[in-house]
């Protein structure tokens, strides 16, 4: 990871399963040139690792405050993270 990259986990609730939620922050991810992944949680909420610059992130974080039509998002928690390795690109787990 770069110097001007930074990697955070943002952790969505709310109805934000069975609304294509991770499908979206994907394509959100790729616009906005972000590398990381989007995955489902058993307890019905959302966790995004994000990295890239700090701008980037701060506007991806308010496109998850409001989600895809159909989703109702009720709280977007972020917390910093620590990488080894930048994955490639932006993937869907699960």
Avoid: C, H, Y
């Amino acid at each position: 990871m770069t110097d001007d990259r930074e990697a955070m986990l943002a952790s969505i609730t709310g109805k934000v399963q069975g609304v294509g939620f991770r499908a979206w922050a994907w394509t959100e991810a790729r616009e906005l040139r972000l590398s990381g992944w989007v995955r489902n949680e058993p307890d019905g909420s959302v966790t995004a690792l994000l990295i890239g610059p700090a701008k980037t992130l701060a506007a991806m974080v308010e496109r998850l405050r409001t989600g895809p039509p159909g989703a109702s998002v009720s709280g977007v928690v972020t917390s910093e993270a620590r990488l080894r390795d930048e994955p490639a690109g932006f993937t869907i787990i699960g």
